[in-house]
């Protein structure tokens, strides 16, 4: 199993240096989604390093382990960096996000072989069922492992996202951890002025869930929130986490707004952004002419 | 090889085959999970769910979700079989099949009742006449169209052995059973039935039937025809196609389908490529269908005996 990490403020310094892989990434690819990975890293930091039980090698079934699925495919940087600097991939590939020949495409896939990834995501409200289908196995099997979920909170106005969340309490899955990116953002604009969520934790509580609403951005606050949500297995009951973001977290000018859900930094603005953000682990190298091994065409 | 030594040996519903394949898939794989949208009396599971009533998921009325939870079942080793209509297991969930099972390539079977005109009196808004088309679009996707009762619980069989995500494709009314109870279904190989030299008819699905029934009657007539059951539809196999279009140099293609799309399209494609040729196509003819007692709808919508005879006749006449 991975070596886990504890202490709050080296898990701090790992997820500012994501947030700087997420922004370098970006800017590289001319295209991808900042917003919502800059707000998610300290939950994936979270989640990588120190909540989730992974083996050394990725292993598809998840057997005997934790596993992730990221429903909202879109903020895929976050997730790359994470793994990349879990040792899932060599942290160079990152340089290949977005462009020919990687298996780092825009939305996470299965389709090119790269480890950590056990299902393409992207069309929102599917990766939900997909680890709600993982949790029942778990469950069948009597497996130890936990399945942990995250969701953009505008994809919550999938209809299929409801249909699992009626399901996943029915069949007590209290293996089963969902993070909702709660920024109140999406792409056309404000959660409310788009299609407002209305009462979120009522919602997710007459549905049976456990609701748990805490700071998203805070690195403490978070961790508490996954490692609690793990104690209560045995309740039948499964787990949401409303995690209270800023879209853009830790770069200013992306903070507050939906301007950057899908837009790349040019080269001024990403120099501004990674000012505000310390290189701990250092910058990964890019390199444009990267070859991805395994590419399966 | 004589088509008249074709013949029914009784009428079962090619679902209640899917229910004895699934009981004896159950049995012979500890993996195999069946699951239904509120359908299970339809697909035929109540012998699996008395047996294995813990590899049982009812998901109620939620196909996409189920499309998921089958994925996330595959992610973890099981080896899932959706089930409700095949209106519900394809054009409802078309995108979670794309990106959960088809793209990811999840080991994900979906199995599909009540496909096709010859669901009857439900009508138009069940029958679906799409799903051979949208399918087989899919990269990675195989496509399974049994015969009879006896061949869908065959191909049940084989596909708990196949790795990769698939679509089985059966029906609802009771329609004669032809094929051998205990004969092992090839997945991607095609049947020959009856060998001729005038004409090639290839059929898939209940359309088998009819055209091994044409195929008497032109036989009878002294027209010598080659008769190729094509339950797989993808992958095809070309070559017993282009060695019976080697023969005959015409064709006749019949499906329970829209004429865009499906097998029509697919023989078609192998022909124009390898051993171009005239041929006539036995499909719904780009409508809907409508109420009605299967039978009728068949002859309605041009897919009976007598309009593959006619066909075969036409096409005779263009060589």
Redesign the interface.
């Known amino acids: 199993m991975k070596e886990k990490v504890t202490d709050i403020d080296q898990l701090k310094q790992i997820a500012s240096q994501v947030r700087r892989d997420i922004l370098r990434m970006v800017y590289f690819a001319s295209s991808g989604h900042p917003g919502g990975s800059l707000g998610c890293t300290d939950m994936m930091t979270a989640l990588y390093f120190r909540v989730m039980n992974q083996s050394d090698n990725f292993e598809?079934?998840?057997?005997g382990q934790d596993?992730f699925?990221m429903s909202n495919g879109h903020i895929s940087p976050v997730l790359y960096s994470v793994l990349a600097r879990r040792g899932y991939f060599p942290l160079e590939e990152l340089s290949t996000f977005r462009k020919i020949n990687s298996r780092l495409q825009g939305h996470p896939?299965?389709?090119e072989g790269l480890p950590g990834i056990?299902?393409?995501?992207?069309?929102l409200?599917?990766?939900?069922?997909?680890?709600?289908?993982?949790?029942?196995?778990?469950k069948?099997?009597n497996?130890p492992g936990f399945v942990h979920v995250s969701t953009g909170d505008g994809e919550l106005q999938e209809?299929?996202i409801w249909?699992?969340a009626?399901?996943a309490p029915f069949h007590k899955l209290d293996n089963l951890i969902v993070t909702v990116d709660w920024n109140g953002q999406q792409i056309d604009g404000p959660n409310d002025k788009i299609l407002s969520l209305g009462d979120l934790e009522g919602k997710w509580r007459t549905f049976g869930w456990r609701v748990v609403v805490t700071d998203g951005n805070d690195m403490a606050s978070i961790v508490h929130a996954l490692e609690e949500a793990r104690t209560h297995r045995g309740t039948e009951i499964p787990t949401v986490i409303l995690m209270r973001t800023n879209m853009g977290q830790g770069v200013d000018f992306m903070m507050g707004t939906n301007a950057w859900h899908g837009k790349a930094p040019n080269m001024e603005q990403t120099e501004k952004g990674l000012a505000q953000l310390k290189e701990t682990l250092g910058d990964y190298v890019y390199n444009e002419n990267y070859q991805a091994p395994h590419l399966k065409h | 090889m004589n088509i008249h030594d074709i013949v029914s040996t009784g009428s079962k519903a090619t679902r209640d085959g899917y229910g004895e394949g699934i009981y004896e898939a159950g049995k012979r794989n500890k993996e195999v999970i069946a699951m239904a949208a509120d359908l299970l009396g339809s697909l035929k599971l109540e012998q699996f769910i008395e047996a294995f009533p813990?590899?049982f998921?009812q998901?109620?009325i939620?196909e996409?979700?189920m499309?998921?939870?089958?994925?996330?079942?595959?992610?973890?080793?099981?080896i899932?079989f959706t089930g409700t209509f095949a209106n519900f297991s394809t054009g409802r969930v078309y995108?979670?099949i794309?990106?959960?099972i088809a793209?990811?390539?999840?080991n994900v079977k979906i199995c599909a009742s009540h496909a096709g005109l010859t669901l009857g009196e439900d009508g138009a808004t069940h029958q679906i006449l799409e799903d051979i088309g949208m399918m087989r679009m899919l990269p990675g996707m195989t496509v399974i169209c049994p015969v009879d009762a006896n061949q869908t619980k065959q191909a049940v069989l084989a596909l708990v052995d196949h790795v990769g995500p698939a679509y089985l494709r059966f029906g609802r009314p009771n329609w004669p059973v032809f094929t051998g109870a205990d004969t092992p279904f090839v997945i991607g190989k095609a049947d020959r039935l009856g060998s001729g030299t005038d004409v090639s008819i290839f059929a898939t699905g209940l359309m088998v039937w009819n055209a091994v029934e044409a195929a008497k009657a032109l036989e009878d007539q002294g027209v010598s025809v080659d008769v190729i059951s094509v339950p797989t539809v993808k992958p095809l196999d070309e070559a017993m196609i282009l060695d019976s279009l080697s023969k005959t140099r015409c064709a006749v293609v019949c499906e329970e389908h829209q004429i865009n799309g499906g097998l029509c399209d697919a023989i078609a494609h192998v022909a124009v490529k390898n051993q171009p040729c005239p041929m006539e196509f036995v499909a719904v003819k780009d409508s809907f269908g409508e109420s009605g007692k299967p039978m009728e709808l068949l002859k309605k919508y041009g897919l009976d005996v007598d309009n593959i005879v006619r066909a075969a006749q036409n096409v005779i006449k263009r060589k």
Do not use: C, I, W
């Open positions: 598809m079934n998840a057997k596993a699925f896939t299965t389709h056990r299902v393409a995501t992207g069309s409200g599917q990766g939900f069922s997909v680890g709600v289908g993982m949790a029942l196995a778990k069948m099997d497996d209809g299929q249909e699992a009626m399901f | 813990d590899r998921v998901m109620g939620s996409a979700n499309m998921g939870v089958a994925a996330g079942l595959a992610t973890a080793g099981k899932p995108d979670q794309r990106q959960s793209y990811s390539g999840k």
